[in-house]
Each structure stands twice: as structure tokens, then as C-alpha cells.
């Protein structure tokens, strides 16, 4: 037991420098310090034998037992210092290549970050099919990324996931890379890299912030099953006031997105009943608009429509792409009521004020459509001829010739 050990060790100690057998007892106090992880005196015990021992091949065992002791008790800058003279002074490949390892590693944690990256720089260069290198890589792209030359992180964590694109040093490797592509503002290799990590580490939970972030991206690109399993993985437990109205946000207009429309509706009605003065409650109003129109629930689609209305109105929304399907909503329930003159006075708003490149040319078609009910074809034709002229590569300008154009509150 741990007590016995302890006083082993205590009756190796005390026997006198003068004893036959003092080496072999010192030696023996030192191994059982090491066997029972009494680190304190393991880097004392084995220090103090490497003073007096004059093989070069104990010394350098020895020192290196203490080098791990010295790092079990995160005297980092001690264990990097003797790893140093391990690597300079060992014939053996095997320690050399372990020490020049650990000295990069101590380096790193005790924050001397230019030196991590030399001595790291040196291993990968000396070792490069070391088992440590997957480690190895990570620091050294973690260090570049800490000392703001993500430049030279960049090629390291990528050279980390393409040589080893399964281990779990490169799952960690993967959450640095995407950081550093965000601060180089190549938010495609961002959303790449997330995604990455997430199909090849499910079990690993990524941060909560890039977990959000993924979602949005996500969502902005129209890959709705893969946000909606970001956000199903996402535990609401470790998130805060924001990032729970974000993902419930997120949640709803995903399952619409997908035509979930009950489990959509309720996303946004709990939206509602938790975060009553949230940031997306316009965009929430429009969901359900949406999502009811789509349910036949021709009321509730009024509703919802006209709250968000309201919200326009008082100023509450600052997105073109909300402002503008707030607008196309209630044209589709006015057109769809038969009003046709209050439908267009809200399709042209996209048209007018809006000039968003995705919901301007449906507002434009559907403008026409209103004026063809009202029989003003050459106003139809008109803006027809504005649709072709300025958006000639929407879909509803390639839609023109098969009929009503689609999209507004679907």
C-alpha cells in the first residue's frame, strides 16, 4: 500500500552516504517513489542520483525519471530543461525522440510559446513518424495560433488532419483550424471544417459558440437537416439566456424550412412563451405566418402576419431579407383573398424599398400577377420587363413562362 511505500522509501532515504549500500538503496527509494506516483520525491530522488552517478547511461535515465516527475507536478520549465539535455546527451534514438517530444510539450504548458515552437518545430522536422507527432502537431499549430502567426497555424493543423484524420488530436486540431480560418475571414473553410469535425467525431462535443455558428451557416445554406442535428446536439443545459432564444430560434425555422409544420409551430410558439422580448420576434411572427398558411389555417396566418407588421412598422426589424418576406406574406394572403390591390401595394414594397436579390424578383412577378387580375397588362408586362432586365438569373425570371412564381411564404 501507499502507506508501506511511503515508508520504504522513508528507511532507503536514511541510509548513510558511508553504507555499502547506499547507491542501491538510494536507487530503490527512487524506483518505489516513481511506482507509487510520489512525485515530489521522485524529481528529488532521481535528480540527486543523477548528480552522483557517473555511467552516462544512468545519468541519463535518471534525469529523465526526474524530468517526469518535475512534469507530473507542472514544474514545466524544470521538465523542459532536463528533456533538453536527455535529447542532447542520450545514444538512443528511441529516448531522444521521446525527450525532444516532451520538451516541446513542457515547453508549451509552461507558456514559453516561441520556444515550444522551435523545439516543436525541431521534432516533426527529426521525427516524422514519431507516434507523438499527431500531439506533436497540435501544440505546434495550438502555439503559432496563441502567439497570433495563424498564418503558420494553418498548414500545421492541416497537415494534422490530412496525415491523421482520425485521431482525437485532430478533432481538437479541427476546433483551432476553424478558429483560424474565421480570423482570415474564410468562413466557407469555417463551416467546412465544423462540419468535418462533426461526421467524423460525433462523440465529441464541439464548442457551444461554434455549435451555433454551424447552425447559422448552416441554415443560410439551405442545408436544413444538418443544422437541425447541430442544434438537436447542442445541450440546452450549457447554454446561456442568449444562446437558448438563438437556438430555439434556429430550431423553428429549421423544422419549417424542412416542412415540419406542427413541430415547427410549436418550436416558435415556445420561442414565444420564453423569450417574449427576444431579438427574432418578427421572424418569429413570419415563421408562423408561414407555417400556418401552409397548414390551412387562414387565420392564423392573418395573425401572425399582421403582428409582424407591426413590428416593421415600429421599426423592430432591421434584416432586408425579414423586411421583405414580412411584405410577401401579406401580398399572398391579400392575392390568395381575392384582394388584389392590397396584395400588390405589398409586394411592391420588396420591389420599391427592399431590392433584395433573392425576394425583390418573386415580389416583382408577383406584382405583375396582382396587375393582370386588375387588367392592367402593359403595368403586368412592365414589370415583367423589369424582372428579366434586372434579375434575368432568378428563378422567377426562368419561371416566367410556367406560370405563378413560387417562394414567397413557403
Same mark, same amino acid.
Given at each position: ?14 541510509? =548513510? ?31 540527486? /542520483? ?8 544512468? %545519468? ?26 536527455? !535529447? ?45 507527432? =499527431? ?6 499549430? +495550438? ?58 467525431? =460525433?462523440? &465529441?462535443?464541439?464548442? !457551444?459558440?461554434?455549435? #451555433?455558428?454551424?447552425? %447559422? ?16 446536439? #447542442? ?19 429549421? #423544422? ?29 411572427? /413570419? ?5 400556418? !398558411? +401552409? ?20 421599426? +423592430? ?7 421583405? +418576406? ?22 411592391? !414594397? ?47 425570371? &426562368? ?12
Amino acid at each position: 500500500g501507499q502507506g508501506n511505500a511511503t515508508e520504504a522509501i522513508r528507511w532507503f532515504s536514511a541510509v =548513510p552516504e558511508s553504507a555499502e549500500i547506499s547507491a542501491t538503496a538510494k536507487r530503490n527509494a527512487a524506483d518505489l517513489a516513481y511506482a507509487s506516483e510520489d512525485w515530489e520525491r521522485v524529481s528529488d530522488l532521481y535528480l540527486a /542520483l543523477a548528480q552522483k552517478n557517473e555511467d552516462p547511461e544512468e %545519468k541519463i535515465f535518471y534525469r529523465l525519471r526526474a524530468a517526469d516527475g518535475a512534469r507530473k507536478l507542472d514544474r514545466f520549465d524544470q521538465a523542459a530543461a532536463l528533456y533538453a539535455e536527455v !535529447k542532447v546527451d542520450s545514444s538512443s534514438e528511441t529516448v531522444k525522440e521521446k525527450a525532444s517530444y516532451l520538451e516541446g510539450w513542457s515547453l508549451q504548458r509552461a507558456g514559453n510559446l516561441n520556444d515550444a515552437i522551435k523545439a516543436l518545430e525541431e521534432f516533426r522536422s527529426s521525427y516524422p513518424k514519431s507516434e507523438f507527432l =499527431p500531439e506533436g502537431l497540435f501544440l505546434l499549430g +495550438q502555439s503559432y495560433e496563441k502567439t497570433g502567426k495563424t498564418e503558420l497555424a494553418i498548414p500545421v493543423l492541416e497537415n494534422l488532419n490530412g496525415q491523421f484524420p482520425d485521431n482525437l488530436w485532430t478533432a481538437e486540431g479541427l476546433l483551432i483550424l476553424a478558429g483560424a480560418y474565421s480570423k482570415k475571414g474564410d468562413y466557407e473553410k469555417v463551416l467546412e471544417t465544423l462540419v468535418t469535425f462533426q461526421k467524423r467525431f =460525433p462523440e &465529441k462535443d464541439m464548442n !457551444k459558440a461554434y455549435a #451555433l455558428w454551424l447552425a %447559422k451557416a448552416l441554415t443560410d445554406r439551405a442545408r436544413y437537416e444538418e443544422a437541425l442535428a447541430t442544434l438537436r446536439a #447542442l445541450d440546452p443545459g450549457q447554454l446561456n439566456g442568449q444562446e437558448l432564444e438563438e437556438r430555439q430560434f434556429l430550431l423553428a425555422e429549421n #423544422l419549417r424550412k424542412t416542412k415540419n409544420y406542427d413541430e415547427a409551430v410549436k418550436a416558435y410558439q415556445l420561442y414565444l412563451e420564453k423569450f417574449s422580448g427576444g431579438r427574432h420576434l418578427a421572424a418569429v411572427h /413570419l415563421g408562423l405566418g408561414i407555417a400556418t !398558411k +401552409q397548414m390551412g389555417q387562414g387565420e392564423e396566418a392573418k395573425r401572425h402576419s399582421e403582428e409582424a407588421l407591426q413590428l416593421l412598422e415600429s421599426g +423592430q426589424v432591421a434584416d432586408p431579407g425579414i423586411e421583405a +418576406q414580412i411584405y410577401l406574406l401579406a401580398g399572398d394572403l391579400a392575392f390568395e383573398a381575392g384582394d388584389y390591390d392590397s396584395a400588390y401595394r405589398f409586394y411592391a !414594397k420588396p420591389s420599391i424599398l427592399v431590392r433584395h436579390p433573392v425576394f425583390t424578383p418573386l415580389a416583382l412577378a408577383k406584382s405583375a400577377q396582382c396587375k393582370e387580375k386588375l387588367g392592367e397588362t402593359e403595368k403586368a408586362k412592365s414589370l415583367r420587363e423589369e424582372l428579366l432586365r434586372d434579375f434575368p438569373d432568378s428563378e422567377p425570371a &426562368k419561371g416566367l413562362s410556367q406560370g405563378a412564381p413560387k417562394g414567397g411564404s413557403e
